[in-house]
């Protein structure tokens, strides 16, 4: 018996965690779309640094606006289209 619950229809398992296929999907994402502008290794670059150092101390709805809707006047899109909530 698998210590997860079964996976959703949108990859994600019923606890909200992302079902593995989903989370490969989501590191790539992240590696090559976020990873442009804030850093390969995300440590910085055009962007602010995406490390769990910086974002820890930000409220997780701030990070979801940001990832979701982006930052008007920025370069940051939004990614609502490819993300839920």
């Known amino acids: 018996?698998?210590?997860y619950?079964?996976?959703g229809e949108d990859g994600v398992r019923a606890a909200g965690v992302p079902a593995p296929a989903r989370q490969q999907q989501l590191i790539h994402m992240v590696r090559h779309d976020c990873g442009s502008c804030h850093g390969l290794t995300l440590a910085g670059g055009l962007?602010?640094?995406l490390v769990p150092e910086v974002l820890q101390s930000?409220?997780?709805e701030y990070l979801?606006?940001?990832i979701l809707h982006g930052r008007p006047?920025?370069?940051i899109?939004?990614?609502q289209g490819l993300l839920s909530e």
Do not use: I
């Open 5 to 7: 619950p079964a996976d």
């Open 73 to 75: 006047g920025t370069a």
């Open 47 to 49: 962007g602010p640094a």
């Open 77 to 79: 899109p939004g990614w």
């Open 58 to 60: 930000k409220p997780v």
């Open 1 to 3: 018996m698998s210590a």
């Open 64 to 66: 979801q606006a940001m």
